[in-house]
């Protein structure tokens, strides 16, 4: 089963538009949810997280919005770039180091930005 | 930063060779995780360790098994690989820091082919 769950599969966005990627969630236990970017032939790399005490975060062009209520949350890179081209995944995951925590990734969003 | 160091790039193995995919972290980070990434499907959890000689099942551990007999080292062990564990293996690792632990570092990856 699908802890998390990521919408869409592929986006393409011109150059200075804005792409949404949505995530949702189940596990109300959850309060940790981190976007990774992925370069091809990368490893993905922590991008932004949030916490489930405010409802948005914000880092240079990428902000996450969280709404607890609907168990949702989602990533806008506003001013795309091509450079931002890549595979983005939202996770979720519980803070704190104990046995059995892991984070649960959603299945993937290929963003392709074009010129 | 960390460095999490996989020892190859790309693999290609025959129906029932035994496999070992290799994964090396230099930051002394107690946590290991190896996943497996398919386009789809996202990066699914295989096994995760979080001490030496520690592991713990992920989500899909079946024809897998791990070896953690060093701090900084986690292998990956397939005991007869099939065609349908073709796929792109990651390595992680992750601090148990109270400010950092919420992070995971990924190795670039294993592609490996069954044929």
């Known amino acids: 089963q699908q802890q998390v769950k990521q919408s869409p599969q592929s986006l393409i966005v011109q150059k200075g538009g804005i792409s949404i990627i949505n995530c949702a969630y189940e596990n109300t236990a959850f309060d940790y949810f981190p976007w990774y970017q992925q370069f091809p032939g990368k490893g993905p790399a922590l991008l932004i997280a949030?916490?489930?005490?405010?409802s948005e975060k914000k880092e240079g062009r990428f902000t996450i919005s969280f709404n607890k209520s609907a168990k949702q949350f989602s990533l806008h890179i506003m001013d795309s770039q091509p450079g931002d081209s890549a595979t983005y995944f939202c996770?979720?995951?519980?803070?704190?180091?104990?046995?059995?925590?892991?984070?649960?990734f959603g299945t993937g969003t290929s963003l392709t930005v074009i010129p | 930063d960390v460095k999490v160091t996989q020892s190859s790039r790309y693999l290609v193995k025959r129906t029932g060779e035994k496999v070992f995919l290799e994964c090396v972290q230099d930051m002394d980070h107690e946590n290991m995780f190896w996943y497996r990434q398919d386009p789809g499907l996202g990066l699914r959890l295989i096994y995760f360790s979080y001490d030496v000689k520690m592991k713990e099942k992920g989500d899909i551990p079946e024809g897998y098994s791990v070896s953690r007999e060093k701090k900084e080292r986690f292998s990956l062990i397939l005991e007869s690989a099939s065609t349908n564990q073709t796929s792109m293996y990651l390595c992680a690792s992750r601090s148990t820091e109270p400010t950092t632990n919420e992070k995971l570092f990924f190795g670039s990856g294993t592609q490996l082919s069954v044929l």
């Open positions: 996770a979720a995951s519980m803070v704190g180091d104990f046995p059995g925590n892991q984070f649960y």
């Open positions: 949030i916490r489930p005490d405010v």
